[in-house]
């Protein structure tokens, strides 16, 4: 693996290989002493235009505990926010040795560009680009769910057969689309419930079948149902008539919990609208996995800057 930049390409092997390595990574997680002496020596560059909490905060601790050095670089407060462009930000990280670097980005296919532009040699990492691709995010979701479902027997084992209802702000989210493709990769099944105005117009080439009725997708007895935010910040209309209407329709409240299966689980990428998409009590239930999707997702990242930095795999393009 030199980059990873999405999910849609990435083949079921290296999929498979990566959530093992994470669980390697999640026992030395249970240690005392929780770091790796494994990037001692290389440069890890956060390179953030957008906001984040988990996302840049799970990176870093990641670096940090495979002992890389790391450098958080945040738009705000740099020459970014005086106009310097992404070619001018790229070279000045590659004179100054970055090995990888960790972007998010508001624009769709920025990691893209700066991975084949040829500015800078080091391994790009994708972190959430504009509408488009968040794989780690994916990546941790599918380890949540493989842990969920398999226990610690996990290695080695796929989604086969599993199915997630993924609900709500599908039109402006990458988790959504990241998922998508990985699910797809490793053998779940997909149904995208949405009010229509917030779907893709068309999802035609999509792995996936679409309901608008939560409480039909509910009877369903999916395996696991992925709340997702609304996405307030990228709206310029209305999608939705008012955010009570929303949550009475599509928001997960106490009553629709009690109609899930009672082995299914609920997850949400962070961070949560509580009480407009998903009610306090979904989110704090035992079934609710959003506190291990954080946990989860520092030795997902650790298994991604590990494969892309050690040498480990290099030959296994993504
Ligand atoms: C997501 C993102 O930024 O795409 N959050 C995350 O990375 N945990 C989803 C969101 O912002 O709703």
């Not at 990435?10 to 002496?37: C, F, G, H, T």
């Given at each position: ?69 790391v450098i958080n670089f945040s738009a705000k407060g740099s020459s970014v926010s005086k106009g310097e462009s992404l070619k001018d930000t790229a070279q000045t990280l590659q004179a100054m040795g970055a090995d990888a670097v960790v972007i998010r980005h508001g624009s769709s296919g920025a990691p893209q560009t700066l991975a084949t532009s040829g500015w800078i ?198």
């Open positions: 693996m030199r980059h990873l930049l999405s999910t849609r390409d990435l083949a079921r092997e290296d999929a498979i290989r990566l959530l093992d390595v994470a669980e390697d990574m999640a026992d030395v997680q249970e240690r005392e002493v929780k770091k790796l002496p494994t990037l001692r020596g290389k440069t890890v560059v956060n390179l953030f235009f957008e906001d984040s909490t988990r996302t840049r905060i799970s990176f870093e601790a990641a670096a940090k505990r495979l002992s890389a050095d040699q080091a391994g790009i990492l994708n972190a959430g680009d504009g509408t488009h691709e968040h794989p780690t995010q994916a990546l941790l979701d599918a380890f949540t769910m493989r842990r969920r479902l398999h226990g610690t027997a996990s290695r080695g084992k796929d989604l086969d057969g599993v199915s997630v209802a993924i609900v709500g702000d599908i039109l402006h989210s990458r988790v959504a689309r990241s998922n998508v493709w990985l699910l797809r990769t490793l053998g779940a099944h997909v149904t995208l419930v949405a009010p229509p105005t917030l779907l893709p117009v068309d999802v035609s080439g999509w792995p996936v079948a679409v309901q608008y009725d939560l409480d039909e997708a509910i009877a369903d007895g999916p395996d696991v149902v992925m709340m997702l935010r609304i996405q307030a910040e990228r709206m310029n209309a209305a999608f939705f008539p008012t955010t009570r209407e929303y949550s009475r329709r599509w928001g997960l409240d106490e009553e629709r919990l009690g109609r899930l299966r009672a082995d299914s689980i609920v997850m949400h990428p962070g961070p949560m609208n509580r009480g407009l998409e998903i009610s306090a009590a979904a989110a704090d239930s035992p079934r609710s996995t959003v506190r291990e999707q954080v946990a989860n997702g520092v030795s997902v990242r650790m298994a991604a800057l590990y494969l892309l930095l050690s040498g480990a795999g290099r030959e296994q393009a993504v």
